[in-house]
T-cell receptor, first 112, second 114 residues
Framework: SQQGEEDPQALSIQEGENATMNCSYK?????LQWYRQNSGRGLVHLIL?????REKHSGRLRVTLDTSKKSSSLLITASRAADTASYFC????????????FGSGTRLLVRP | NAGVMQNPRHLVRRRGQEARLRCSPM?????VYWYRQLPEEGLKFMVY????????ESGMPKERFSAEFPKEGPSILRIQQVVRGDSAAYFC????????????FGPGTRLTVT
């Protein structure tokens, strides 16, 4: 199956709660990236974590990477209605530095 | 500093017509990537181009699809004799150098084939 599969497929939470999304991948990677896509719009790069990093923060985002389990998680703290979007993880395919492989995404709904 | 620009944003074509999608990379970027997104799915890599060269077209269907990135002007993704299955969002990304670390995405072109 495809590199970079997100879990859950859909998530609905109340504003102010935390949202956690997970991503699993199959082959070795040198970095993993998270993107956000608002409905009908393009992708916005959120954060990149390298294979030698275990955790990274950016504002209300926290990303972890466990290379032994081939998984990553994205945590959005104190969610807002504006966080409603689809979130994708992406990894460069092992034999190339440019071919990003995307998962099918987690659709997050933050209820006001 | 303008980002990656794509036009048109929405394109409707009847079956059998041709679709031309344009992508202007960020200023100074000479590496362009095209991806396709089917409804409710993630993006799928199609092709990677540098100025006047196709570097990797392994994700592009062998027939009806072609891409170019001329010395002057935008990159063009061309789909001939469109079919309903071509309906999707097509995204272009660009980077300053080769490498997935630095890809910047455009807003996409949504192609609908009727």
């Amino acid at each position: 199956s495809q590199q970079g599969e997100e879990d859950p497929q859909a998530l609905s939470i109340q504003e102010g709660e935390n949202a956690t999304m997970n991503c699993s991948y199959k082959t070795s990677i040198n970095n993993l990236q998270w993107y956000r896509q608002n409905s009908g719009r393009g992708l916005v790069h959120l954060i990149l974590i390298r294979s030698n990093e275990r955790e990274k923060h950016s504002g209300r985002l926290r990303v972890t990477l466990d290379t032994s389990k081939k998984s990553s998680s994205l945590l959005i703290t104190a969610s807002r209605a504006a966080d409603t979007a689809s979130y994708f993880c992406a990894t460069p395919r092992g034999d190339s530095s440019y071919k990003l492989i995307f998962g099918s995404g987690t659709r997050l709904l933050v209820r006001p | 500093n303008a980002g990656v620009m794509q036009n048109p944003r929405h394109l409707v074509r009847r079956r059998g017509q041709e679709a031309r999608l344009r992508c202007s990379p960020m200023k100074g970027h000479s590496h362009v990537y095209w991806y396709r997104q089917l409804p409710e799915e993630g993006l799928k890599f199609m092709v990677y181009l540098q100025k006047e060269n196709i570097i990797d077209e392994s994700g592009m269907p062998k027939e009806r699809f072609s891409a170019e990135f001329p010395k002057e002007g935008p990159s063009i993704l061309r789909i001939q004799q469109v079919v309903r299955g071509d309906s999707a969002a097509y995204f272009c990304a660009s980077s300053l150098t080769e490498g997935a670390y630095e890809q910047y995405f455009g807003p996409g072109t949504r192609l609908t084939v009727t």
